[in-house]
């Protein structure tokens, strides 16, 4: 379990980088993804900074445990938010939203089983 905890962390902590980045340059992904959803796109780098600070922590619980179990579950918490943002707006484009929240969820899963 220990080698799948690893692979895990290191997947879910690149793909809250990778979104991260996207965020924080102004890619015009988010850009539209926050058009769809109603939302403004001052939130840019607020919610890169999130999903850095996620991905941050996630590698931060090689070294503290417990640090790596609370980003863990941050993103997860973000991810399950941003389905409320596709519901709301009545998008039912989840396919990216599934591969983030499917990696997180299981990340979390893992940490905590590993943690604990």
Do not use: E, N
């Not at 590698?59 to 709301?88: S, T």
């Not at 998008?91 to 983030?100: E, P, Y």
């Amino acid at each position: 379990m220990h080698a799948a905890h690893i692979t895990l962390t290191i997947v879910a902590a690149f793909l809250a980088a990778s979104a991260s980045v996207t965020y924080l340059i102004g890619h015009d992904y988010p850009k539209a993804q926050l058009r769809m959803k109603r939302l403004p796109l001052s939130w840019m780098p607020r919610l890169g900074a999130v999903l850095a600070a996620g991905a941050a922590g996630l590698l931060a619980g090689f070294a503290v445990p417990l640090v790596g179990v609370l980003a863990a579950a941050g993103l997860f918490l973000y991810f399950a938010a941003a389905l409320v943002a596709h519901l709301r707006v009545g998008s039912r484009d989840l396919i990216g939203w599934a591969v983030f929240f499917t990696t997180m969820t299981a990340d979390l899963i893992i940490t905590v089983l590993h943690t604990w």
